[in-house]
């Protein structure tokens, strides 16, 4: 199983930015698409956003989309989830997984199923 370590979160006030990181292992690194959930106290972890092994195409949770941004740093074997223009509504633990069950365009990256590999999870509060 590979190990991720996700880091990058905080308190901070409704409307400001933070950029949650995961740092992977080199190896598996370009083999599967990565993503980001995220789990509120009291409900289900919901997608937050994804993106393909190759990079090339993202995808967004309707509630972040236009405000937080998904990228990866291959060098370095990271994820990137940048937030802008936070919420309240975002206040969350937040996971990096990598989609180790994805086999084709056919399969859905929303679904935590799709993910083998998860992240010890990050938090982020957002006060008003």
């Known amino acids: 199983q590979v ?15 933070l950029r949650l990181s995961c740092a992977a292992s080199k190896r598996t690194f370009t083999l599967y698409p990565w993503g980001w959930f995220r789990q509120a106290p009291g409900k289900e972890r919901e997608f937050v956003a994804a993106i393909a ?10 509630s972040v989309k236009g405000r937080f941004t998904i990228s990866r740093d291959v060098a370095k074997s990271t994820v990137y989830l940048q937030m802008n223009n936070l919420e309240e509504e ?17 399969y859905d990256l929303r679904l935590a199923a799709m993910y083998g590999d998860w992240g ?9």
Do not use: E, H, M, P
Not at 95 to 102: E, P
């Open 53 to 62: 092994w190759t990079g090339s195409n993202t995808y967004y949770a309707d």
């Open 120 to 128: 010890q999870g990050t938090q982020v509060t957002v006060s008003s």
């Open 90 to 106: 975002d206040t969350a633990v937040y996971y990096c997984a990598q989609a180790t069950k994805y086999r084709s365009r056919s």
């Open 3 to 17: 190990q991720l370590v996700a880091s990058g979160g905080g308190l901070v006030q409704a409307g400001g930015s």
